[in-house]
Each structure stands twice: as C-alpha cells, then as structure tokens.
C-alpha cells in the first residue's frame, strides 16, 4: 500500500510519488486496462512531462509499471491517446501498440509523434520519422491528439488548437490531412485554451439511435471554479464534427472543480465507452498540499445519452466493477428526517459509497448529507428543491488557505422527475464524486480535511424530507502494486 499521507486516496488512482496530471493512451489490449499519464518523476510540481503507466484487469485495481514515455530531442513527452493498430496499417508489426502524442519544446513548439510498442506496452520505441504533424506557424497550441479507427477505413485524430478542435484523417498513423474544424470560438465555453479533446458515438437511452459526443478540457471559465470539461452533441460524417445544438449551448460532463482533461478507453472489450478524468484544475494544482506525490484521477464512468426536452444529454455513471470495494453495509428505509435528528450517528469512514434516495417536497429548503465531518469541518452535499439545484459546498472542508476561489459551492441544476432525489456519493480520504439525477448531473471535488473527521449525517433544513432509502457502504483499498 501506498498511504503514505492522510489524504492520499484508498481507492483512487494516484502515482506512486511525485507529479501527474491528465489520463493519456487509454487503451485496453489483451486483458489488460492501459492507464498512461502525464508525469513528472523528479518533483511534486508539473516541469518534463513523460507518460507515466499502470495496467489494470478491472479499472479498480492497478498495477504500476515503468515509465514509458521519456523526453527525447523533439521535446518533452504532452497528452495524447494509444490505438492498437489490428491492420499494420503504420507497418510497426502485428497488432502494434501505438502511442499518438505532442512533442514539446521551449517556446510553445508544439508538433504530434509516434510510439510503438510490440510487447503489451512494456517496451516502446519512438517512430524514426517523428514528428508526423508539424504545428502550423499561424497556431499557438496544436496538441493532445485523440486518435480512434472509423469504420469508413481511416484513422481520425482531434487536436486542440486554441479555441477550435481540428481533424485530420489518416491510411496509416503516419501521414495526416487536415479534414475539417469545429469551434472556432463561437460553440460553447471559450473562457480559455480548449484541451484533451475525445470523440465518439453513443447510443441514445439503448436504442439504435446514436449521436456523436465531443468531450474538450477549457483551462478557464469553467461552471465551477478554473477549468473544467465541457461536451458537445452532434453528428460525425468520418471528416468533421458538427454540433445540433445552437452554439451558446454550454454543456458540462461535471459541474464540480476537479474533473479535467478526461479521456475515454479505445477497444473496450464489451463495447462500453468509459471515460476517466484528472480530479483537479489548473487554478490550484501547483499549490494543493503535497507529501511526496501530487494529482489523482476520478472514478472510471461508464457513459451513455439520454433523450430530454432539451435534446440528447450525457449520463454518467460510476462502472459496476468498483461494487467489488464494498464492506460493510447498512440499510434504512422510509425514514422521515425532521430538522435536527441525526440518524447517522455511529457511522464514520473516510472511505464511503452512500446511495440515497429522497421525496423532496418543496417546503424544505435543502436536505442531504454532510460527510467527513468533524471538530470545525464538513463538506455538504445536498438538493434546494427550491431552486432544482444539487450542490456540494467544500467552504468548511478542510485546507482552502492555499487557494483563494478553492472554499466554496458548486451547483448542478436538475428537475428531480415526482421530486424524487436520488444522490449515489463515492467518499475518498481527499475527494467527493456525486451522481445523481439518473447520472445527469455530476459534481467533482477535492478536498482536505484532517484524517479525524470521519463523521457523517443526514440533515434538512426548513421541514422534514422522506428518506425512501440509504444504503452505506464502507469501501475497502483497492491494490496498488508497484
Ligand atoms: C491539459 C494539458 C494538455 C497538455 C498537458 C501538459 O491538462 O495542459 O493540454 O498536453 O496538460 O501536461
């Protein structure tokens, strides 16, 4: 085990010491789970970016590998996706592991290379003919390719470039034709640089029916705090992407803080698109306390669309794999909570999956949890059914001294169908993830309370709420190996 600080997750995937940020090279090959990621491994600060690596058989469990991508002579190694390349079509060997990545140099030179690996990712040797996309001069930022096989027979790669995502097509990896753009700093949140950008198709509530998904990383002016994950919904003709919404649409995959640069795995075995994200933000990464390591990533969520008055919108739910953690469980049922009572009372953990289901009735002005509780500190999690908000305010967490905007609450509004409310919430030592609205709204966020706050209650404010029922899990490690 590595736990070797409080608030050092139990179950989240953290690096065995010093600096990560974003997901890279998701990618599942021959039983296992590939996890690349930027990393630093001489500081707890970001500085010469490599890609770090852990495989997984389960996405719950993790083993630690070596790192596998080094900084070279075209630059230090930025984010970027993995294909397995079933048809040689770069001709680097069967079934090749191909690492699609940003060469950076000094002075924002920014230009997409390669990587092969032949043996399950464990060793990787860079494509002599690096880079294979050169950074237009016109165009400041050029990186983060996510590249995916589309069924019409080519490659398709989506890289950020200032506010736009562009797509270039490929035969084989090597050589890359601009195919279209999107963006161009009309469509969606613009309050920074556009990053990390993943595409893909899902199914809309399990029928035939599909549309295309562009998730993009926007480093400012995010529904939170800093930067934050914004999607959008369209169609996909192979070349370009085009969005069906009108362009001040702003759409969040997550309306806490810390979900970023997230990334979806190529190739999962049973069709599932699952997508991961950095549980931070750029506005305070450098200066969240630190022991000897920095940065951890969200839960993996399993992602589908579902039909609503407004058009097709994301769901997210966390994968059914992480049902493996449970411990000790307790049940309650039709209970009637009446401002005041505390029902949770012996329960204590810093580990936690609750699942909740509320009748909200209107004359209550907020009810739901709060949850690593303790002398001074709480992180409240609840719904305003006066608003149709759901919330986590983090104000009394723990440590915010070292950002000022990090205290505060962040606010996702959804229309419970017949007020029923229902709040899946995953504690981890430094972090809340919240599900709810049928895995329509999301809140992410750190937080840093003393290792002694291990409280949980049930609260409303302004009237009684009907509690249909909770179930508490207390949630045991998952394995680390190194
Ligand atoms: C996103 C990002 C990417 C870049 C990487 C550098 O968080 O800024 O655009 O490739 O991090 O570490």
Request: net charge negative; aromatic share 12%; with cysteine.
């Amino acid at each position: 085990m590595l736990r070797n600080n409080p608030s050092r997750p139990c179950y989240h995937f953290t690096p065995p010491s010093n600096w990560m940020n974003d997901p890279n090279g998701l990618v599942y090959y021959q039983g296992e789970y590939h996890l690349f990621y930027q990393y630093h491994p001489a500081s707890t600060d970001w500085g010469t970016m490599h890609w770090g690596h852990a495989v997984s058989r389960d996405l719950v469990n993790w083993q630690h590998l070596p790192i596998a991508l080094y900084p070279d002579e075209h630059g230090t190694i930025f984010s970027g996706s993995a294909v397995i390349d079933w048809q040689n079509t770069a001709g680097f060997g069967k079934e090749a592991m191909v690492a699609v990545f940003t060469h950076y140099r000094e002075g924002n030179r920014q230009s997409q290379s390669l990587a092969y690996s032949l043996d399950q990712g464990r060793t990787w040797t860079k494509y002599r003919g690096n880079p294979v996309l050169h950074q237009p001069d016109a165009t400041p930022d050029f990186r983060d390719p996510k590249v995916f096989w589309h069924t019409e027979g080519h490659w398709v790669m989506s890289l950020a470039a200032g506010d736009t995502i562009l797509f270039h097509t490929s035969p084989n990896l090597i050589n890359w034709t601009l195919s279209g753009s999107f963006g161009s700093g009309e469509y969606g949140s613009t309050g920074g640089v556009w990053e990390t950008p993943d595409l893909f198709e899902l199914c809309v509530d399990g029928s035939p029916e599909t549309r295309w998904v562009l998730t993009v990383g926007v480093q400012g002016g995010s529904t939170a705090i800093g930067s934050g994950t914004q999607y959008f919904v369209g169609s996909f003709d192979g070349r370009t992407f085009t969005s069906e919404n009108p362009k001040d649409t702003v759409l969040w995959a997550d309306h806490g803080a810390d979900y970023y640069a997230a990334q979806s795995w190529s190739d999962e075995p049973a069709g599932r698109r699952i997508m991961i994200g950095w549980q931070n933000n750029w506005l305070y990464s450098g200066v969240i306390p630190a022991a000897t390591w920095r940065g951890s990533l969200s839960l993996p969520r399993q992602l589908s669309l579902t039909q609503t008055a407004q058009g097709a919108r994301l769901v997210q739910q966390p994968i059914p794999e992480l049902r493996s953690l449970r411990g000790r469980h307790q049940h309650w049922n039709n209970e009637t909570i009446v401002p005041g009572t505390d029902l949770l009372s012996d329960i204590k953990g810093e580990a936690l999956e609750i699942i909740a289901e509320f009748q909200a009735d209107a004359a209550v002005e907020r009810f739901g949890f709060r949850v690593r509780v303790g002398t001074d500190e709480f992180t409240t999690i609840g719904f305003d059914p006066r608003q149709n908000n759901l919330f986590m305010d983090r104000s009394h967490a723990g440590q915010s001294g070292f950002c000022n905007d990090f205290a505060g609450t962040h606010l996702a509004s959804f229309d419970p169908p017949h007020g029923i409310v229902q709040l899946h919430i995953f504690i981890d030592c430094a972090s809340v993830e919240v599900f709810s609205g049928d895995g329509k709204a999301v809140l992410t966020d750190i937080i840093f309370p003393s290792e002694q706050s291990q409280g949980v209650e049930l609260f409303t404010e302004g009237g009684t709420v009907t509690l249909n029922s909770l179930d508490i899990y207390q949630l045991n490690p998952a394995e680390f190996l190194t």
